[in-house]
Nanobody, 114 residues
């Protein structure tokens, strides 16, 4: 199993980024996928989840209306479109696949700063 995130970077407040997580080694289309984020010194925090079909999504309150999780089961990718970014969104973002055990990507850094 491998999860590889990409798309992070430095962006000004109010800007947008699109994160991508490329998955391999399992039947991607059968698994709900989740994005988390982590700030140094704090526990990982759940951001958003999408079910295996892409038809059901859920978000933490602080990102609802600004972030959109989506997936492409043909490409084995899950995405996180982040709009109207705020400094408090600064974190390392990781994707998670809940299989027999939890698998995590290495994470991608997002820095929202003027």
């Amino acid at each position: 199993v491998q999860l590889v995130e990409s798309g992070g970077g430095l962006v000004q407040p109010g800007g947008s980024l699109r994160l991508s997580c490329a998955a391999s080694g399992f039947t991607f289309s059968s698994v709900a996928m989740t994005w988390y984020r982590q700030v140094p010194g704090k526990a990982r925090a759940w951001v958003a989840t999408i079910d295996h079909t892409g038809g059901v999504t859920s978000y933490r309150d602080s990102v609802r209306g600004r972030f959109t999780i989506s997936r492409d089961n043909a490409e084995n990718r899950v995405y996180l479109q982040m709009n109207n970014l705020k400094p408090e969104d600064t974190a390392v973002y990781l994707c998670r696949a809940p299989l027999d055990i939890d698998y995590w990507g290495q994470g991608v850094a997002v820095n929202v700063s003027a």
